[in-house]
């Protein structure tokens, strides 16, 4: 009998939670014809989602992300830096990540750089000043970046969650409960 109150805050919990995450895929080609994609879950309750080295903390800081993914293609379509995932459970696994998405206006903030990829194939990065976006393809020399393509064009689309999912969702949960409660009531 007790338990069936605690079912329920738990199906609603669940299903807040599954409509709490959504989805954004970035790509981005350069005047070369070099590609990039970068895919990330975030929490839309943030205002700025964001990884960011933290020298206080000595290390990448996470807010509202839980996952991201990038892949970056030469022009033939394969992979410079095969698809790879930077942060992975709200844990950054690219130490120079920067990464900066504004949720209201559904994208990435003026000003702040962004660096994404690996350090050892190659990464995505866009400047804080200018907003051109850079691909490089070797580690950084003392002189600076060894860009082998370059561009400002990239597009930034949202996947909104379906209400119909949580609804369902939760719909579940009530008709399980009731099971129960006839069941064991």
């Known amino acids: ?23 954004a895929h970035m ?6 014809g070099y590609t990039a994609n970068v895919k990330f879950n975030y929490n839309p309750a943030v205002p700025v989602v964001s990884g960011d080295f933290n020298s206080s903390l000595g290390r990448v800081e996470i807010i509202g992300i839980s996952d991201l993914w990038v892949s970056i293609n030469y022009p033939d379509g394969t992979p410079l830096v095969p698809t790879t995932q930077n942060i992975r ?19 990435l903030v003026a000003g702040k750089a962004m660096d994404v990829g690996t350090p050892s194939t190659g990464w995505l990065y866009r400047s804080p000043t200018n ?36 609804a369902l969702l939760m719909l579940a949960g009530l008709s399980g409960m009731a099971w129960l409660r006839r069941k064991f009531c």
Request: charged share 15%; aromatic share 12%; hydrophobic share 40%.
């Open 1 to 23: 009998m007790k338990t069936l109150p605690l079912l329920a805050a738990f199906a609603v919990l669940l299903a807040s939670a599954q409509a709490a995450t959504m989805t």
């Open 27 to 32: 790509d981005w080609r350069g005047e070369g």
């Open 89 to 107: 459970n709200g844990n950054s696994t690219y130490f120079y990540l920067k990464f900066f998405f504004d949720t209201r206006t559904r994208d």
């Open 131 to 166: 907003g051109n976006f850079l691909v490089a393809s070797e580690l950084p020399s003392l002189a600076g970046l060894s860009p082998v393509d370059r561009g400002s064009n990239y597009s930034i689309a949202v996947r909104v969650p379906d209400s119909g999912s949580s």
